[in-house]
């Protein structure tokens, strides 16, 4: 089982990443995937999923509306476009999936990513 996150960066603020996460090993298909981020001296803080039910996406209230969550099931990847980004987005993005149809709780996540790191300059 393996998640790779890829496309983060240093960007100013106002600017836009996209992240994806390539994922193998598992039937891609019967999991959600949740997109986590960890600042220095913070906890993980759950920021999108996409759910494995139907589809469904959430958003972090602090994210709602500046970033997008997609998923390309051919390709076994999901997306995590980031616009109008803030210094406060900095981070390391984790990309994480769940057996379950998608939860905030991160160590309800099965597999994990190795994290990319995003910095917002202001």
């Known amino acids: 089982v393996q998640l790779v996150e890829s496309g983060g960066g240093l960007v100013q603020a106002g600017g836009s990443l996209r992240l994806s996460c390539a994922a193998s090993?598992?039937?891609?298909?019967?999991?959600?995937i949740g997109w986590f981020r960890q600042a220095p001296g913070k906890e993980h803080e759950g920021v999108s999923y996409?759910?494995?039910?139907?589809?469904?996406?959430y958003y972090a209230d602090s994210v709602k509306g500046r970033f997008t969550i997609s998923s390309d099931n051919a390709k076994n990847t999901v997306y995590l476009q980031m616009n109008s980004l803030k210094p406060e987005d900095t981070a390391v993005y984790y990309c994480?999936?769940?057996?379950?149809?998608?939860?905030?709780?991160?160590?309800?996540?099965?597999?994990w990513g190795q994290g990319t790191q995003v910095t917002v300059s202001s």
């Open positions: 994480a999936a769940d057996a379950d149809p998608g939860t905030w709780v991160p160590w309800r996540y099965d597999y």
């Open positions: 090993g598992f039937t891609f298909d019967d999991y959600a």
């Open positions: 996409i759910s494995s039910s139907d589809g469904s996406t």
